[in-house]
């Protein structure tokens, strides 16, 4: 079983594919004038607004899920992976990948606003809806959605759950049946909540999660202040081969950066789509843009944290291809993991079992939420595949086989783990490309709209029609525009009079 999900991974993952994910990013950065540069302060301001309603949710809540989905044990474990593969020029590519994959994180987020719709009451989109809507190619969207629903459902939450129960393990000796019991307790009654449900949770602990961890890492560097600039020109030397010992493994560096920078912050992945169909906002752009920025929140913060506590107190390993350690900072015998994070931890902060128990309750929150944002994506798609049909019992099933998978996952090998969910991402990775690749078009007119009615003062909308989009039919017969000065809801005709 491991060894055909490593041969299908080493497909998947080939090294044409990993250049071809950097590619992508990069022309997206072309084509939108790197708007991720451009439009920081729009970004960070459009978190704030807007507000829920009863068929969407907010921007922050939309955020919220979509960090869910991307902070989790790839910004811990996936991190210290990374470093002990490729060693700290790997950093360097996770830096890179989010940089240029902000653009796609852009392209997909403004395409699923672009193309959602109003279903059993409330917004649905994503790839499987823009596919669809975009290119009229109803099969393409089926096979994304089944190859999401295997992803989401089956293959990645035993990532989560297998580093859950290793952390809980090692730190507190809770055995992984326990851990694997509590977690489908605790998500079942969270899943079978609703996406409303899932929103609250998100806003409350993700923010809370993310900052915690933040700030143990800065507490790490500020007593290590003085090796900053040996740290930070070792990640760049490393990165280009130019450092006389990591030189040699260049290649391993910028594969496991962009494997491990992707799986992190799944920017083109085809994950962020979902929860940023669901906002409510005047204009596909805006939710767009606040998507791009939980690409730099899960990398440029979270992941960087967990690098320069790890290579700031010289707590790893990395091995060479030939099996010779380049750096052997613990030990021939401690495998690359969150046992790198734990002893950068415990190294400056000399409290006994501090390290093992921080990380622990980090990976705890972290990939519980992930897992929590898997369901909500794999219940998207089950909702695309039954449209206009009873789908109670497609969705129970769907909760089943999430929770079991995740129970699964809480006992079973981490290579087996790894290995699978490299499985389901890249497998969405491929499907996903090749679909924004191909409908690009209207998300970077629609950017061009938001950006010239900015430029006129006004609260950029919506209108498809205008812009030469087609099959934007929730945009085009049901959105109504509401006033932020008035709170009166106007169309757009009206609105256009107003201004």
């Known amino acids: 079983m491991e060894a055909f999900v490593n041969s299908l991974n080493s497909v998947l993952w080939s090294t044409p594919v990993i250049y071809i994910c950097l590619a992508v990013g990069l022309l997206f950065s072309i084509l939108t004038r790197f708007m991720q540069v451009r439009h920081i302060k729009d970004m960070v301001l ?22 869910s989905g991307r902070v989790g044990t790839g910004n811990i474990a996936g991190v210290a992976t990374a470093i002990g593969f490729g060693g700290p020029g790997a950093v360097f590519w ?18 699923a606003q672009i193309y959602k719709v109003k279903q059993d009451g409330q917004y649905r989109g994503g790839p499987a809806y823009y596919i669809e809507k975009g290119t009229g190619w109803k099969w393409y969207g089926i096979i994304f ?29 809770v055995s992984p049946f326990i851990t694997g019991l509590g977690l489908i307790i605790l998500l079942a009654l969270i899943i079978f909540g609703g996406v409303k449900r899932i929103a609250s949770v998100a806003q409350v602990v ?14 790490i560097i500020a007593f290590n202040i003085t090796e900053l600039p040996a740290v930070i020109a070792l990640i760049f030397k490393s990165a280009f081969a130019l450092d006389s010992a990591f030189g040699g493994i260049v290649g391993m560096a910028i594969a496991w950066g962009v494997k491990r920078g992707i799986y992190s912050n799944e920017a083109g992945q085809g994950t962020g789509p979902h929860p940023a169909a669901a ?7 805006k939710q767009g843009l606040v998507q791009a920025f939980s690409v730099y929140i ?17 707590m790893y390993n990395t091995q060479a291809p030939d099996g010779t350690f380049i750096a052997n900072g613990l030990g021939a015998e401690v495998e690359p993991g969150p046992v790198f994070t734990q002893a950068a931890v415990e190294s400056v902060i000399p409290i006994p079992g ?27 798609n089950i909702a695309y595949l039954t449209r206009g049909k009873s789908n109670k019992i497609p969705m129970f099933l769907v909760k089943v086989v999430l929770l079991g998978a995740t129970f699964y996952g809480s006992v079973k090998t981490a290579s087996l783990a790894w290995a699978l969910g490299d499985v389901g991402l890249g497998i969405m990775v491929w499907l996903n490309l090749i679909a924004i690749l191909i409908l690009a078009k209207p998300a970077l007119i629609a950017l061009k709209d938001y950006e010239a009615q900015k430029k006129q003062g006004l609260d950029p909308v919506f209108d498809p029609v205008k812009l030469g989009i087609k099959n934007a039919d929730f945009w085009e017969h049901e959105y109504k525009y509401e006033d932020p000065g008035t709170d009166s809801v106007l169309d757009k005709k009206d609105r256009t009079l107003n201004s």
């Open 354 to 380: 501090f390290g093992s128990g921080f990380v622990a309750i980090s990976l705890l929150f972290f990939a519980f939420t992930t897992i929590m944002a898997y369901y909500y994506i794999a219940e998207t």
């Open 298 to 314: 899960d990398t440029l913060f979270v992941c960087s944290a967990t690098a320069f506590m790890i290579l700031f107190t010289g």
């Open 206 to 219: 993700v923010p809370f999660m993310a900052l915690g961890y933040i700030l143990v890492a800065l507490v």
């Open 46 to 67: 459009l978190m704030f607004q807007g507000k829920s309603s009863e068929a969407g949710v907010s921007s922050f809540q939309a955020l919220s899920i979509a960090l």
């Open 94 to 111: 996770m830096w890179a990948i989010a940089f240029i994959g902000a653009s796609s994180a852009y392209i997909e987020s403004t395409l």
């Open 145 to 173: 959605a089944f190859a999401a629903l295997l992803a989401m459902s089956l293959l990645m939450p035993g990532v989560q759950a297998n580093s859950i129960a290793l952390g809980l393990d090692n730190a507190f000796g």
């Open 279 to 285: 906002a409510e906002v005047s204009h596909p752009a």
